[in-house]
C-alpha cells in the first residue's frame, strides 16, 4: 500500500483557485546501493557487481547518446531525452545575439505499461487527513543561511531533507535556494556528491 496527502495549488501554479491534488508521501530517497540490492533481490543470478556494471554502463550510454541528438527508449521503463537552454552570463547584454547553450535538464516520459503495472499491483491510501496549505514564509533567505550555517555547525554536514525540515520550505524550494546560496561563494555552502 502507498500512502499520499492532499496538498494546496501554490499561487500561480493552476488556474483553478489553490485547487488540491494528491502527492505521494515519500519517506526515503533509495540510493545507488539499495537500488543494486534491490535488483539483486528481483534477480539473484545477477551479482551485484554485474548489475553495477550494466547501470554504470547504462548512464555513460545516455551521456554519450543523448547529445547526439538521439533519445533513449527502455521497454518497461520509458524515454529519455535531452532538455536545452542558454546559458547567460553577465556579458550578454544584447539578448538577441549569439548565446551559448548547454543542457538543462534529462527528461524523462514513462512507459504507460509501467504505470499500468504500479496500478494494477498497488492502492494509494491517504496518509493524513485535510489539505497541506501552502504557509507564508516568516523568514527571509538570509535567516534561513544562517540557520542552515548553525546547523552544519553542530552537526558537520546538512542534506535537502534536513533543510526542508528546519526551515519549512518545500523539497523544490529548499533544492532551489540550496542551489542559489552553494553557487555564491560567499554564502559559506558548498556542496558534496550528488546525492540531496
Do not use: W
Not at 548489475?51 to 547504462?58: E, S
Not at 538543462?104 to 485535510?130: C, H, M, W, Y
Amino acid at each position: 500500500m502507498a500512502n499520499y496527502i492532499l496538498q494546496e495549488m501554490a499561487d500561480g501554479m493552476a488556474n483553478k483557485k489553490k485547487a488540491p491534488y494528491p502527492k505521494m508521501q515519500t519517506y526515503t530517497m533509495f540510493d545507488y546501493a539499495q537500488v543494486i540490492k534491490r535488483i539483486h533481490t528481483h534477480s539473484p543470478a545477477f551479482s551485484e557487481a554485474t548489475i553495477r556494471g550494466v547501470i554504470d554502463t547504462l548512464v555513460e550510454t545516455v551521456i554519450d547518446v543523448l547529445p547526439m541528438g538521439h533519445n533513449i527508449k527502455i521497454d518497461g521503463l520509458g524515454v529519455f531525452s535531452l532538455s536545452l537552454g542558454f546559458c547567460d552570463s553577465p556579458d550578454d547584454k544584447d539578448k538577441s545575439s549569439y548565446r551559448h547553450v548547454n543542457a538543462r535538464s534529462v527528461n524523462f516520459k514513462v512507459d504507460k505499461n509501467l504505470l499500468k503495472t504500479i496500478n494494477r499491483q498497488n492502492t494509494f491510501e491517504r496518509a493524513e487527513p485535510g489539505v497541506k496549505r501552502y504557509k507564508k514564509l516568516k523568514t527571509t533567505p538570509a535567516q534561513r543561511l544562517a540557520k542552515a550555517l548553525e546547523f552544519i555547525e553542530k552537526n558537520s554536514q546538512m542534506t535537502l531533507t534536513d533543510y526542508t525540515i528546519i526551515t519549512g520550505l518545500s523539497r523544490s524550494g529548499a533544492s532551489q535556494e540550496l542551489k542559489r546560496f552553494t553557487s555564491d561563494p560567499t554564502s559559506g555552502l558548498t556542496t558534496r556528491g550528488s546525492h540531496a
